[in-house]
């Protein structure tokens, strides 16, 4: 079995050339296919995702997820879209249309702009852009101003503040990912993402820079907006926050784009990361490469589900403070600490992977000791403060 | 030339497409029956009293400004990354230089205060 | 009329319009919308010219932080839906013949250097390894090490007086006390 992506693309070319087009004509309108086919079918796999990611939820709950449904509840999702476009979409007086109408657009769009570079296979991705990482990220900023459009659109003071909470914690935990985003792109000597597949042939990044993957993982799913990050949408503070006044299938675009989101995540970690399609025999077969992509993709899915159903909410100013005091700094030693090894391990002929392996394993220590270190005075503090407040009420002098 | 770019000039507008296009089916297949109660801004069962503005805090204004500062900062440093490999220590070291000193900057907004959540 | 020129009017087309919208706009939140419709259109731009770094760097920075934060300040500081006011001042004509001046003397000047004077593009560099020697040319010591640095410098100092103005008045009330 050669290349099936490659001759396919062939068959397509010969078909389309054969009707008469120009090369370069022929070529557009099949770019043009492919990215109508891939938005599609990422916007209908979306059906299944959010039926798993139910049930997985459910099972973490100790119950059943959604089973009614056709078999196992798969078809959940589908009876629930059916069920929102029936619903009416309550627009409010005094609204801004034009923005209004337009913020979910925009979230989706830039959910579905991220995967123009993931690569699926060897020889098999929407283009290579030689900026890939930084693309990703800039999409990636469409999707905050989408949810700011949203909040003050709708003419409602949660809303409003709603959006500007979500806008802040969007905005902070951007800078930690970036960061990390350095990381893979040293290692690689690329910002391509399919160069930074390539460059993972012998070993995969998750190894040479485990911290980084971490906080890149962290703070994809705090810029997701899922638990324990879910603050944009906290049911119980802020009444769903920015969407509050989006109704019917508009509030259903903001539902699908995050868990599309919640995928992609998954996906550039285990491209920037974990290898993309690389595996053994991927490269002769590219159909493998396929499998072993998604296989991995699906493995850190089920872990950002797993973090979801397993850890509660945290407060605004906690979230905060855990990106500008703790991710961030981290991020920062961790991009310098790579760069200074990595260099220093090549000139003096020392083993790469080792040398960052023990520079990441002292980092992890450090920060350990200085947590622990945070946590027991914090912890001596209150013991403190209960001491002196047991003692007054008791009239206990300690 | 501008090969890589033309995937994505399609699939950028045809993903503001599609969920236009579930949207407006939304519109069309839905029922459309407005009144003067179900237009009102929803504030949990209540009047909304005022017009609709957010509290000045100083803080969404500050976190903001840090990120405008670190992204122009982390921008910076991802031609140095790109290079890395052709590099020699010193020039290594010059970029984690460029770092430290926002890393400073850094600990100077935290001791300032500029971080809490007031 | 090559596929390229026909994308490059547009654009341009479209990011004077938006440019006159951020001025036109009654509302200043729509203002803002405007300006982040003129970036995108100047990031295609720079798509069009193969400058795919400065590209993403302009949305990323442009669209992603500064319009973000300049719609921070509009609505922070003002009510936002029933924010609006004259669009036009009286002597609108004055501010027209002035850009239109200065937009001439310009061109003039450009033209007088004979790379610009040419019609049609001139050859640009391979986009692949631009980046690479970006990336030695700021640390190259012969090239742009110390501009490097002191952007760094410069930066320090924007977030330091961005501090030193924004924090709340109370906590430097109490501070310099």
Known sequence: MGDPFGLIGQWLMDLVTGWGMQPVAALTLLRFLGAAILATVLLLVCFLLIVAERKL???????YGPNRVGPWGVFQTVADFVKLIGKEIVVPDGIDKPVYWLAPLLVVMSVVGIWAVVPFAPGFLGTDLNVGILYIVSVGAIGTLGIIMAGWSSNNKFALLGAFRAVAQLVSYEIPMVLTLLVPTMLAGSMGIAAIVEAQKDMWFITAAPLAALVFLISSVAENGRAPFDLMEGESEIVAGFNIEYGGLAFGMFYVGEFLHAFTVGVLFSTLFLGGWQGPGAEQFPLLGLVYFFAKAFVVWFITVWIRGSFPRVRIDQLLSLNWKFLTPLALLIVSLTAVVDKLAVEQGWSRILALLAANGALFVGTMAVLGAYGRSVRLREERLRATAGGLSTGIAR | MHDPWVFVAFLLPIGLLLPAVAVLMGILLGPRKPNAIKGTTYECGIETVG???????????IFALIFVVFDVEAVFLFPWAVAYQ???????LEGVLFL??????LLYAWRKGALEWV | MTVLQIVFLVTGFVTLLAGVMVVASPKLVHAALWLIVSLAGVAVLFVLLNANFLAVVQVVVYIGAIAILIIFAVMLTRRVMADTGPTHNPSWWLALISALVLLGGLLALILQVPA????????QPAADSGLSDLGTALVDVNRFLLPFEVASVLLLAALIGAMAIARPADAA???GE
């Open chain 1, 57 to 63: 939820l459910g099972r973490f709950q100790d119950r």
């Open chain 2, 51 to 61: 017009e609709t503005w957010v509290q000045f805090r100083a803080s969404y204004y």
């Open chain 2, 86 to 92: 052709q590099m020699q220590l010193y020039m290594v």
């Open chain 2, 100 to 105: 430290l000193i926002l890393a400073a900057g």
């Open chain 3, 116 to 123: 610009f004077a040419q019609a049609g593009p001139t050859a």
């Open chain 3, 173 to 175: 009330e109490e501070g």
